[in-house]
């Protein structure tokens, strides 16, 4: 089945510091990538849609450069936490999607744990 | 802006017990309405999922309806077992195209031995 790998699964960072977070589709074309930022004891939030080789698509409240996502092939997409904070500490994971899949589902990356201190 | 309540935020059932979790969406045009399953600090896995042309989907224990005119959804889990123990999150697709999904809150269900 379609399998989107994600890392780091867990990240410690100093507070001002930028972390980046990888999601790679391993065998589909990832023509869509969704970010989520999950708190603990809560449901997924959607950040933003990135379409490959596009400017992704942020939702309201969501500060694009704060969180910056590049989708530049079909196979990899970034999320970078630039000048984190320890609010920005959250659970945060990507969800991929495709266009050649005949029902297109939504593959989800493992998550990336981020803690900002 | 698009939106969708889930209830009960929690559910306690004994073994063998069926579970109901229900779902309301206030977008018109969302046309596919999956489950996921989550366990603690894991991926939400997909369990059932339901377009808009169909009005009932089953797999095995787990069942999902689905009403449009009322823009509502539920899932069904029957002969609970302790492993169904975990948070439940549906969710409604939003927009045109490969949409974007927005999730429910989520039900903590706790199966009993």
């Known amino acids: 089945g379609a399998v989107v790998s994600q890392h780091p699964s867990w990240v410690i960072c100093k507070s001002g510091t930028s972390v980046k977070i990888e999601c790679r589709s391993l065998d589909f074309q990832a023509t869509t990538m969704f970010w989520y930022r999950q708190f603990p004891k809560q449901s997924l939030m959607l950040m933003a849609t990135?379409?490959?080789?596009?400017?992704?698509?942020?939702e309201q409240g969501v500060e694009k450069d704060k969180f910056l996502i590049n989708h530049a092939s079909l196979t990899l997409s970034t999320l970078t936490v630039t000048s984190a904070h320890p609010e920005d500490s959250s659970f945060y994971i990507c969800?991929?999607?495709?266009?050649?899949?005949?029902?297109?589902?939504?593959?989800f990356g493992s998550g990336t744990r981020l803690t900002v201190v | 802006g698009e939106n969708v309540e889930q209830h009960p935020s929690t559910l306690s059932v004994q073994e063998g017990d069926s579970a109901v979790i229900k779902c309301t969406y206030s977008d018109s045009a969302s046309n596919y309405f999956p489950w996921y399953k989550q366990e603690l600090g894991k991926r939400p896995q997909l369990i059932i999922d339901i377009r808009s042309n169909v009005g009932e989907k089953k797999d095995q224990r787990i069942a999902v309806t689905l009403n449009k005119t009322a823009k509502h959804f539920s899932l069904h889990i029957t002969e609970t077992q302790p492993e169904d123990s975990a948070v439940y999150f549906c969710?409604?697709?939003?927009?045109?195209?490969?949409?974007?999904?927005?999730f429910g809150t989520g039900t903590r269900l706790l199966v009993s031995p």
């Open positions: 990135s379409n490959e080789g596009s400017k992704a698509t942020y």
């Open positions: 969800s991929a999607s495709s266009q050649d899949r005949a029902n297109y589902g939504y593959t």
């Open positions: 969710a409604a697709s939003i927009g045109a195209g490969f949409q974007k999904l927005v």
